[in-house]
Structure formats: C-alpha cells, structure tokens
C-alpha cells in the first residue's frame, strides 16, 4: 500500500517509490510534519516533537507552555495564532479580520489520482500508478475548508500536492495567499538551488548555502519568465550529481509564482510553493471554491541525476499528453534566422528545396507570415495569411512543401495584439490595462486579456481556422512580453487582483482546447526562447523552444541547467549560422551540431547560403540523429561534467536495457599543454563490453569507474559524440 493512515499513532505514511513522507495528526488537530526521505517503516512523530518552553513562541493552549506552533514542524500552517514563520495560506474574513485556525476534520485515501479542474497536472494512466491522501481541514469558525491533496506515486520518489479552499461558510472570504504546499524541514543544513536567468541564458544553476531568513524565487511577469523558473531544490551539503539527498519542488503552473525557503530561528527550514501572493487575492463566495495548481515533490539519495531523472520520466510520460508524448520529434528548420521578417513564397520554397535534400523532415514558418506584419511593430491579433508575401495562401506554400517531402510548422502568437492591427482597432478594451492609465508596450504588443472568457473564445475560433486552413503538422505557440497594468475591463473592482490567474487559466483552457481540436499537431510552446519552460506548459505542449540564443557555448549553460527538471524531450535545440545572432561566436558547425542533437534537433539558418561541404556535413548530422534520436529523446539522461564548474561539459543518454549509450563530450577553450580529461561514464552495465565508434572496445566498468580518457586538442569549441554499442 502506497499510504496508510494508523488510528493508534494518528500518522500517514506516504510512500512513493523509495521514500516516505510521514505526517502526525497532532493532538488529533493540527498537520505536524514528521519525516521525509529515504523509505523507512516508521517515525514516532509524538517523539520528534520534545516539550519545550520557548521565549517569544506563544501557546494556543494557555493551560500548556511547552506548546506552540511556532515550533511544530507543519503541512499547511496558518497566520495570526503562534506560528511567525511564513504561512502557506491567508485568508480575509467579511468582517476584515484575517486570523484563521484551520484543524483536522476528515480524510479519504483511494487509488489512482483525480484530475485538478482546470489546472494541468500530473496523472495516472492505470489507478493502480499512484494512491492519493485527501485531508480536510476546517475554520469552524468562517467555514473555510481547505483540502490538502497528496499523491503518492508507486514507480517514483514522487509527491505531489495541492490544496483546494471551499467557502462552506456564509459570508464572503477572501482569498490573500493560497500556496499550494508547505513543509518543514528539521535542519537548514542544506544547500538551496535555483533557475534564474534573463533572455538567451535561462535557467543557470545557481546553488548556495540556506541562510538564516527567506530566500526566494518568484515571478511577478505573468509568466513563470526566463528570470525565474518555477523550480527549487534542497541538496545536502555533500550531495552532487551523483550522490547524496536531493529534495526538488517543481510548480506546475505558467504564471506568477512564489518558491521560497524560510530558515527560521531554531535553524528549521520551511519550504513553501504557489501562486505568488503578491498583487493576488480571490474572491470567495458561499459555495464558491478554489483549485491551487500542484507541486511535484522529489526526494533523491542518488543526487541531482537522480532527482532529474524521476523528474524527467514523470513529466516524459505522465505531464505530457497527446500522440507526440511517446512519438519521435521530427528534425526542423525554421525559417527565422534565415529571413527574420523578410520573405515570400519563393524564398521559402528555396530553403525548402535546400532542405529536403538534407534529410530534415519538417519545414517551420516563423513570424510575419500574416496581417501586414513586415516588422515586429505591428499586426499581432489579425491571423490572416499576407497574399503579398504568400500569394498561394498558408494552404498553397504548405502544399508545395510537402511536394518536397517535408511537414509543414507554423508560428503563432496568439496571447498578444498590436495596437496597430484590425483587432485593437475593434476591440481596444480586450487587452490587459486598468483605468485611465498608459498601456505600456513590450515588444510594441499588449497582451489580451485571457482572463475574459469572449477572448479567448474568439482567439479559439480563430486560431482554429488557421490550423484547418492548411495541412500542418507543427505549431510553435509564442507569447513575447510580460504582464504590465494588470487588470480586466470585464471584471469587477474586487476581482482586479484575480486578473493574472485568470490569464492564466483562460489560457489553459484555450490550449486544452486547440491541441485537443488538433491532435495530430505537435505543439512547441515558445515564450522569446525559455520564458516559459514550465511543467504547466509541458503539460499540453510536449516541447519548448529553449532559448533564442543558438550559440553552442552558450547553449552548454542553457541546457545542462534546463535538464535539472525539464526532460530532453521538452528541449528544442537547433543549429543556426555563425557568426551566431545573439553572441557573434563562430564555432564549428559540428559543435553546434553536438549541441543540438543533444535535445530535439533542427535548423535555423540559410541553407540556400551554406557551401556544399557545408550541406554534406548537415546531411551527415540528420542522418546520424536519426540512428540516435530516440535515445536521446526517451533514453536515461545523465549530467557528467558541469560546464558551470569549468571549461568542459559532459552529458550522455542510456537506453532502458543499458545495451545502447551516447556521450557528448565538449571543451570550451583549448589550452596549451593542458592536462588530459578522464570522463567517467553513467549508468552503464558495468559486465558488459561496450564498442565506442572509432575507439575501440571498453569494459562498462572500466568506462564508469577508470573512465575515457579525452586527450587534448587544439583548437577552441572542440566537441565530440561517442556512441557505445554493448557487444554480445
Ligand atoms: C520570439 C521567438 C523567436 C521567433 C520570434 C519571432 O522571439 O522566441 O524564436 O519566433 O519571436 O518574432
């Protein structure tokens, strides 16, 4: 049994692949947290709690000075009676007060895991995959109940939670922070890492000591944003990639969040995740509830692979949906760096032309294909194909490219409009901007406000009648500013502040419905690159384009860090010309090559440009991701070496059977004289011989525990692929 509740204890025990999450019914009333780690068959949670007079922490329970919840280790402490630290929610009552005590009622355990309305989430495909804890807890007092959902996964170290607020009261609440998960660690003695990041280098590893306070990551974009990722993970001080305790939360969800990690006084860590409270209050009306967005919980003892690993087959195969989730990505090229903005049908069909000898299998029209879109200041909300530019329509250029052989991509970006465009010109009050104030622009776009339901009923139209005009098999879905004057022309002034969640669940539901509408297109999420690589993204976009910088260096960084969550499957990697557009870097075409082959591979670049050695090398890389393509995609990804530490990286893929592996070795800046590299490889089968191409066979063993030994070259940006093949 994945959890059990014992009367006799009063504790849960949830148990999720190789560990336990323990919490105590304590003074059969409040949610103590007891323990979570590696699988154990108790802990005697009243134990763990000694009775303590502490100075300054105050007691409920007047009669009892060794009580207070200030210093009991909680799942979902309140504000306003004797806890200080961060709350995991707060709620306003009618008559102004904000103080709730919220205690046990119920509970129900059941297999299998129950859809969040609305919201994406992770999910069972058999209900024998995951059991779930429902507890419910009540504030006698207003009526609130909050239900605090656990799902224990059976194959994986996996967790997740939500809460849900119902008023069952009689009088209006008000919701002021809603966090979806707290939990309390006994120790600070860890090391806190997380994402930040800006435009073209997104989610950098930064790691650094728990101190004393609160430590944050958060968003307050309207999208989860390249700046932040929704994601943080707790490591012991002695765990690396490899070895050691690893607790990772990820949220799924696209919008403002709010990760944060508060040490408290007696050296105990909160760990705290949600909808951002700041400039969010839900109005709650008698009968009214509220779903939170979920957490994704991962314990390793195995390091960050481990926990990467549990993150990349769950959100692989049970975040991800639709025909593609299992299905190899097609190699791209699109057309944006070849022509940016300037491009007709014959142009076009060129690169097509170009392409298709190549191998590449899918060709991508990016932005300007529509309106009188000749530059990025104008356009964005009339999705009518530009005659000008494509006399023979989407239909007519999609047809000539499939002539060629190849599958026809398309560009969207359906959450934005120009204020230069039929659409503002008609609907001015559709975009996002509160009363009387300047709209200010991104990008020269506003953004329309996807928390009114007619919005996103007619960009549903809308965009549907684009995607039935033609025969296209691949949408790249864009959204290219942030959130500034954030409020609705259809919602009432207490609703104001429920306006970025809004947006955010109006977006959703249009994604819901057009990939379901659409179910033999591959969908791309893109958000200027990585601005929105996120778990609730994923959820119904398989991919995401992962930043807009192409330069192989560069994309070391991006890639090695968006891999501490997200599955290579989710990563869009392409190569494109040199010197590269974002940084000027000229690097060899077969480093950029190894680069991108290391996630969903494509091209973004001029082929009609290249030289006919050139085209005979991209012709050799298509040819080879091919053969390698599904390890890559679906196999074991191991980080080795991290390219934060130095002038090398190092990464590799393992099938499932351990039979087939691919090394990706590179090195930044060659040195004079420099020592020799010995690259220890992963997760091979250490009885068996492996043939690496060209250099001969090696035990699996001898590869983990001697290593490779990589010489050094001359020359800067060296990179190489290696590619093992058990012998039998
Ligand atoms: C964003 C995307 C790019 C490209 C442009 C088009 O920046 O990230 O890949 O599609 O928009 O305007």
């Known amino acids: 049994m994945a959890i059990t509740y014992h009367p006799q204890t009063r504790q849960?025990?949830?148990?999720?692949g190789e560990a336990s999450y323990i919490i105590h019914l304590f003074r059969a009333r409040y949610l103590a947290h007891v323990y979570w780690g590696k699988a154990v068959r108790d802990v005697r949670g009243e134990r763990r709690f000694p009775r303590l007079d502490r100075a300054f922490s105050p007691n409920p329970d007047p009669s009892d000075r060794t009580f207070s919840l200030d210093t009991l280790p909680q799942e979902y402490p309140a504000y306003g009676n004797t806890d200080f630290r961060a709350p995991a929610y707060h709620v306003q009552l009618q008559n102004g007060s904000t103080v709730t005590d919220l205690r046990?009622?119920?509970?129900?355990?059941?297999?299998g895991k129950?859809?969040?309305?609305?919201?994406?989430?992770?999910?069972?495909?058999?209900?024998?995959?995951?059991?779930?804890?429902?507890?419910?807890?009540?504030?006698?007092l207003s009526g609130l109940e909050v239900t605090l959902q656990y799902t224990a996964y059976e194959k994986w170290n996996a967790i997740t939670r939500a809460a849900r607020f119902e008023n069952k009261g009689r009088e209006r609440l008000t919701l002021l922070r809603a966090l979806s998960m707290s939990v309390d660690f006994p120790s600070a003695d860890y090391d806190w890492i997380h994402l930040p990041g800006a435009w073209g280098r997104e989610r950098w590893i930064e790691r650094r000591p728990l101190l004393t306070g609160v430590q944050a990551a958060e968003s307050r974009r309207g999208a989860s944003s390249h700046q932040q990722n929704p994601f943080i993970a707790l490591a012991a001080k002695n765990a690396d990639e490899h070895q050691g305790e690893v607790y990772g939360f990820s949220f799924v969800y696209s919008g403002n969040f709010l990760a944060q990690v508060e040490v408290d006084q007696f050296h105990t860590a909160r760990v705290s995740m949600g909808i951002n409270?700041?400039?969010?209050?839900?109005?709650?009306?008698?009968?009214?509830?509220?779903?939170?967005?979920?957490?994704?919980?991962?314990y390793s003892d195995q390091g960050l692979n481990g926990m990467s690993q549990t993150y990349h087959e769950l959100y692989r195969t049970r975040l991800a949906r639709g025909a593609f989730r299992d299905r190899e990505r097609p190699i791209l090229i699109n057309n944006w760096e070849a022509t940016y903005f300037d491009f007709n049908e014959e142009k076009l069909v060129n690169i097509a032309k170009a392409t298709a000898e190549l191998g590449i299998e899918l060709f991508v029209l990016d932005d300007g294909w529509f309106g009188e879109r000749d530059d990025d200041r104008r356009s964005l909300g009339d999705w009518i194909v530009n005659r000008r530019k494509l006399p023979n329509g989407l239909d007519g250029l999609a047809k000539q490219v499939n002539e060629l052989g190849l599958q026809f991509g398309l560009w969207i970006e359906p959450e934005m409009v120009s204020p230069n465009s039929e659409l503002y010109r008609k609907h001015p009050d559709w975009c996002l901007h509160v009363p009387n104030r300047p709209r200010s622009e991104g990008r020269n776009q506003l953004v329309l406000d996807y928390s009114r339901q007619d919005v996103c009923d007619y960009m549903i139209e809308t965009i549907a009648n684009v995607l039935a005009s033609a025969p296209i098999t691949y949408v790249k879905w864009d959204m290219n500013r942030h959130m500034t004057e954030i409020g609705s022309a259809a919602l009432p002034p207490e609703r104001q502040r429920e306006t970025a969640h809004r947006y955010i669940l109006g977006l959703y539901r249009v994604m819901d419905e057009i990939t379901s509408r659409f179910p033999h297109i591959l969908f791309e999420s893109c958000s200027g690159g990585g601005g929105r690589f996120d778990p609730g993204m994923l959820h119904y976009m398989p991919q995401t384009w992962t930043s807009d910088n192409t330069d192989a260096v560069s994309r070391l960084k991006i890639q090695y860090g968006t891999s501490l969550v997200y599955p290579v499957s989710a990563m869009g990697a392409h190569v494109s010309a040199v010197p590269n557009h974002q940084v000027g870097r000229v690097t060899p075409l077969k480093t950029r090559g190894h680069a991108a082959m290391s996630g969903n591979f494509g091209y973004e670049l001029d082929i009609t440009k290249l030289t006919e050695t050139e085209k005979q090398i991209i012709k050799e890389q298509v040819a080879f991701?091919?053969?390698v393509r599904r390890l890559v995609q679906f196999g074991t990804f191991y980080r080795l070496v991290s390219t934060f530490a130095g002038?090398?990286?190092?990464?590799?893929?393992?099938?499932?059977d351990r039979s087939e592996a691919l090394v990706a070795y590179f090195r930044v800046l060659a040195e004079a004289n420099a020592p020799l590299s010995y690259l220890r490889l992963k997760g091979l089968d250490p009885n068996q011989d492996y043939e690496i191409e060209g250099l001969g066979v090696y035990g699996g063993d001898e590869l983990m525990y001697a290593g490779l030994a990589v010489p050094?070259?001359?020359?800067?940006f060296f990179s190489a692929m290696w590619r093992l093949k058990v012998i039998r």
């Open 114 to 140: 129950p859809r969040l309305n609305g919201l994406p989430a992770t999910y069972v495909e058999h209900e024998n995959e995951a059991e779930t804890l429902e507890i419910v807890l009540e504030d006698a």
């Open 277 to 298: 409270p700041f400039d969010f209050t839900w109005l709650l009306q008698p009968g009214e509830s509220f779903p939170t967005p979920e957490v994704v919980m991962v």
């Open 104 to 111: 046990y009622k119920t509970h129900r355990i059941y297999k």
């Open 625 to 627: 991701y091919k053969e």
């Open 12 to 16: 849960f025990h949830l148990q999720a």
């Open 647 to 656: 002038n090398e990286a190092a990464w590799m893929f393992v099938s499932a």
């Open 712 to 716: 050094p070259r001359a020359g800067d």
